[in-house]
């Protein structure tokens, strides 16, 4: 197998970052929950469905192997 990217590298960091600030938008989302309909728990909900997202694909994006596309010459 390849060794990875840096690109990907970085790419696996945000999206563990991405997966940290979904987890702490959920706990955020979960203390504010009242059991009423709040514009602030939905804000927060949403943002865990976006940080999820996120960190799903970066996740696989990092840990795709990409193929060299240098023409290599003899």
Known sequence: MK???NIQKV???IAVISY???IA???V???LSDGTANPEV???M???VFFAGT???LHVISSTNLPGFKVERE
């Open 20 to 22: 940290i600030a979904a």
């Open 42 to 44: 939905a804000s927060y």
């Open 55 to 57: 960190g799903i694909v």
């Open 3 to 5: 060794e990875r990217k």
């Open 46 to 48: 949403a943002s865990v």
């Open 11 to 13: 790419l696996m960091g």
């Open 25 to 27: 938008c959920a706990m």
């Open 29 to 31: 989302a979960a203390y």
